[in-house]
């Protein structure tokens, strides 16, 4: 199926998804780096001195340590360019991630198949990328990649939870409006049933209304359904509202930990800074 909603090279990564240094002393010990194999093992997501390097050798990410535990929504924010995609994508291998360095309950990321490790861990992107065809068609596009057909009520459901009409289901991608598209992006997510959710900026191109859509649908799936949660927002608003701890990265490295009614006692100068910055805005 070809894109009918698309960004650019964006619908790669999208048709790859569905397929199938010492940290500061002020940073809480929860996501602490000097934690032990079987601390990790208790959280959701792990990370352990990830790092990444541009092919001229320029630091991507700098020795990122953090855990994520079950059911946590968790923020990431920054400066444009400061390696929050980049690590973001590193969870569900849309970037490779070096051999243990990101672990899924425990187990090095790398050493689950890739399809099962995308299905565990979906990801929402930025823009809506939808394929040719209804809107039902793309909810089951997942699902029917390991030979299971979505009945009619199961769409329904997913639309519904996405905050859809279930009427949805029969018409064409075709006219959707951006906020609508992204509902059935996410719908279409939730069909492989994941356990964890990336979310990348995914209302920075949505009006109010509709953002408040997938915003809503984010605390709903963290009540009912207990989901682990990981979202790179430009909005202090947003994760205020949405976290239950805020990551501050600056040019690559994890410089603060704090929850969401912490961020204005951020210690590390280069954070004071971006989030007064972002505070005016």
């Not at 340590?65 to 400066?79: A, T």
């Not at 990801?123 to 089951?140: A, S, Y």
Request: proline share 5%.
């Amino acid at each position: 199926m070809a894109p009918a909603v698309s960004a650019g090279t964006e619908d790669d990564d999208v048709r790859e998804h569905l397929l199938n240094i010492p940290e500061p002393d002020h940073l809480k010990r929860e996501f602490s780096s000097k934690d032990s194999l079987n601390r990790r093992s208790g959280a959701k997501i792990s990370i352990v001195n990830l790092e990444r390097f541009s092919d001229a050798g320029v630091p991507l990410l700098s020795g990122v340590s953090m855990n994520v535990q079950s059911g946590q929504v968790v923020g990431i924010i920054g400066p444009s360019g400061s390696g929050k995609s980049t690590l973001l994508r590193s969870l569900n291998r849309l970037w490779e991630p070096p051999a243990d360095s990101v672990f899924l309950d425990g187990v090095d990321i790398t050493k689950i198949n890739v399809l099962a490790a995308r299905r565990r861990v979906g990801m929402l992107f930025q823009t809506p990328q939808l394929f040719d065809g209804t809107v039902g068609d793309n909810v089951r596009y997942g699902p029917s990649l390991q030979g299971k057909n979505l009945s009619e009520a199961a769409v329904e459901g997913l639309l519904a939870f996405a905050d859809l009409d279930v009427s949805f289901a029969k018409k064409s991608v075709i006219g959707l409006s951006v906020g609508q598209a992204q509902r059935v992006a996410l719908a279409r997510t939730l069909a492989n049933e994941p356990e964890v959710l990336l979310l990348d900026e995914p209302t920075s191109a949505l009006d109010p209304i509709s953002t408040r859509h997938i915003e809503d649908t984010v605390l709903q799936l963290k009540r009912t359904r207990g989901l682990t949660v990981i979202m790179v927002s430009h909005s202090l608003d947003q994760v205020r509202r949405l976290c239950d701890l805020v990551c501050v990265v600056i040019a690559g490295k994890l410089v603060e930990v704090l929850s969401p009614e912490e961020l204005h006692e951020a210690v590390d100068p280069l954070a004071k800074e971006f989030l007064d910055a972002a505070q005016q805005h």
